[in-house]
């Protein structure tokens, strides 16, 4: 995999980073996926504090990894990790109390004095006017406790980082980019690019990783079912998906392929976090990887025909029985 410059940091990441949302231990607590993943070259691990013991799966593996030391990025957990979608003022989710006990916990889980990169796990663009989330990250960046100050934006809200990255007050911005949102491609990722912010691109699968395998319908149905929503979005889930293998895989390349290649189609992009769990996952992310960019015409396409919004609910049920992975 050829590196890409993580915004102006100095550091080379791969394009696909080992997204550790998900990770599994084996019976000595380690991850054997994130070790294979270390092996093959894969030089960056995404987890968060929020992450139930993922940094502690993290911290377990890289004490059996001989290798080079990956760049380790982690997230700043919330007051209340339950309001994902509703407005509330910055000191409702973060204070500079909460946020300090928050990384200094991730420093002593994954046995470090120094956390590469520390992501708020929230953002509201009102946050923007408020300067207490930053002076406390850059207090702890003076301490040497954080590398790097990064944004996690929340699902489809990317723009609401649009005055981070302008001013340049962040390092790195992780956001959603799929062939289903294609949007950060129109504005911020070539103003990340312009101010030299790193790119992080996740659920680059969908958030159901339908985009990964084609659709689980049988999955999808029984999602709807369970939650009482309506069949006749999983159909237009299903026919959306089919009509992007339809016109673009064919013989050429598997709808898994074609999902993460369109993720790092622009050099705005740092790397896309995977969670992967199989040796054979990580390696058809590799190789995807390796293949490099898309045509321009099939990338101008997907984004031109095939962007469509949505976030549904009722997938959260399958993908917490690991019946999905993203």
């Not at 990770?23 to 987890?47: C, H, P, R, V, W």
Request: glycine letters at 6%; one cysteine or more.
């Amino acid at each position: 995999m050829k590196k890409r410059p993580f915004g102006k940091t100095g550091f080379e990441t791969t394009p696909i980073a080992f997204g550790a949302m998900r990770i599994q231990k084996n019976a000595i607590g380690i991850s054997e996926a994130m070790l294979y993943a270390l092996e093959n070259g894969i030089n960056f691990i995404d987890t968060a504090r929020n992450y139930g013991e993922s940094e502690s799966i993290v911290a377990a593996t890289l004490k059996e990894w001989r290798g080079e030391k990956p760049f380790i990025a982690t997230k700043v957990k919330p007051i209340d990790i339950a309001n994902w979608r509703n407005y509330v003022p910055l000191e409702e989710q973060f204070t500079p109390e909460s946020i300090t006990e928050s990384v200094e916990t991730s420093l002593k889980v994954l046995g470090v004095d120094c956390v590469d990169l520390v992501q708020m796990h929230q953002w509201y663009y009102l946050w923007s006017l408020r300067p207490e989330w930053l002076d406390t990250l850059k207090k702890l960046q003076k301490q040497g406790k954080i590398r790097y100050i990064g944004v996690s934006a929340l699902d489809h809200e990317h723009d609401a980082a649009l005055r981070l990255v302008d001013d340049n007050v962040v390092d790195s911005l992780q956001i959603v980019i799929n062939a289903f949102e294609s949007r950060p491609y129109t504005g911020i990722v070539p103003l990340a690019e312009l101010r030299q912010v790193g790119i992080i691109a996740r659920c680059v699968y969908d958030h159901s990783g339908s985009l990964a395998k084609g659709g689980y319908r049988d999955i999808l149905r029984r999602d709807v079912k369970l939650s009482k929503g309506s069949p006749e979005i999983v159909t237009e889930y299903i026919n959306r998906i089919g009509k992007l293998e339809e016109e673009f895989c064919g013989d050429v390349m598997t709808l898994q392929e074609l999902s993460l290649r369109f993720a790092i189609n622009h050099p705005g992009v740092s790397n896309v976090a995977v969670s992967m769990q199989t040796e054979e996952q990580i390696d058809q992310a590799i190789k995807a990887a390796e293949k490099g960019y898309l045509s321009v015409e099939m990338f101008e396409a997907i984004k031109r025909e095939h962007v469509w919004v949505k976030n549904f609910n009722f997938f959260s049920k399958a993908t917490q029985d690991g019946k999905i992975k993203n």
